[in-house]
């Protein structure tokens, strides 16, 4: 379902950014607002990193192979960390260099064109159009984020998705709209005042928020490229249908790793009845790896060690899942 939901997202992000990029280009064409061309290149931006979200997921989808044994899952979260690089250089730095360019310009006395030309009213419709467009995208990811965003915050389920693609539109799509009020506060206050030092203004909170952004998402892809664990719910209701299985006596110790975003891997060790019958063991296992899929379909690589109950201090199992690796 996350991954059904996060392609509709994508495809409705994609669809508006490509669009509002050319307008946003054709206005700052005509009135050399720098708060224009600065949105015109966030625009373009997302458009890329939509494409390298969308590539991210069919590459997940790849089966496995001797030198990938655990396929491909990962794909999205690289995609996803590529997002914030992108964000943060194409977008926001590129964003601060305008301004600091425009910010020049002023200073030197150089024509504005936005206020001595007449296409100034441009814009402002193209900014209007922008964002209607983009609050129609952000609202599919939001539609689309609800049923996995559950009970949780918005900042809580931005950290604790495991699959980015939601999570990274999101903040996109919050941003982009952010971007265009600033841009808006930019360009109207240069008509107003007829002072261009406000369009420099506006740029750079656009260049400021990109930055921030992309930090944010870079700090949340990483923890997911270094290996996290399945969620506390996960792990706990993982941990009790092992405990449950038959001739499983308890779990030892248990850890799991997210392969990719709707992929888990298990590793535990249990302790079994003894028995000298290795057929038995078999069968205890057998019924082990039935309980644990059964509580949580995620779990694609499961590998179970079974020993005897010496009740050895610190072999309890952990109250909640640490990650491998």
Do not use: C
Not at 107 to 135: D, K, S, Y
């Amino acid at each position: 379902m996350s991954s059904h939901g996060g392609t509709r997202a994508i495809i409705a992000a994609l669809t508006a950014n490509a669009f509002i990029a050319a307008t946003k280009f054709g206005a700052w064409a005509l009135t050399g607002a720098a708060s224009m061309l600065a949105e015109g290149v966030h625009s373009v931006a997302d458009t890329g990193n939509q494409i390298l979200l969308l590539r991210g997921g069919r590459v997940a989808q790849r089966e496995a192979t001797e030198e990938h044994p655990f396929g491909y899952g990962r794909a999205p979260f690289i995609s996803a960390f590529l997002v914030s690089v992108i964000l943060f250089s194409l977008g926001g730095l590129f964003a601060l260099y305008e301004a600091f360019h425009k910010l020049e310009e002023v200073l030197h006395g150089v024509p504005n064109e936005l206020l001595e030309g007449g296409w100034w009213w441009v814009p402002l419709v193209v900014l209007g159009a922008a964002i209607v467009a983009e609050g129609f995208s952000f609202r599919t990811a939001i539609r689309e984020s609800l049923p996995l965003k559950g009970t949780q915050s918005w900042p809580r389920f931005i950290r604790t998705s495991k699959s980015p693609d939601l999570p990274v539109i999101l903040l996109e799509d919050f941003a982009a709209l952010l971007g265009l009020l600033f841009a808006l506060f930019g360009v109207g206050l240069t008509l107003v005042t007829h002072n261009g030092v406000w369009d420099v203004v506006g740029t750079s909170l656009i260049g400021v928020l990109l930055i921030i952004v992309a930090i944010t998402l870079a700090i949340e892809t990483r923890s997911l490229l270094l290996g996290e664990s399945a969620t506390p719910e996960a792990v706990s209701a993982i941990t009790a249908s092992l405990a449950s299985a038959a001739g499983v006596q308890r779990v030892i110790h248990l850890k799991t790793l997210h392969l990719g975003p709707d992929e888990v891997l298990v590793a535990a060790k249990i302790a079994v009845e003894p028995t000298e019958s290795a057929a038995r063991v078999a069968e205890v296992i057998d019924n082990a790896e039935v309980a644990i899929r059964a509580a949580n379909p995620q779990v694609t690589a499961l590998y179970l060690e079974p020993d005897i109950d010496r009740g050895t201090p610190g072999d309890a199992a952990p109250a909640t899942g640490t990650s491998a690796g």
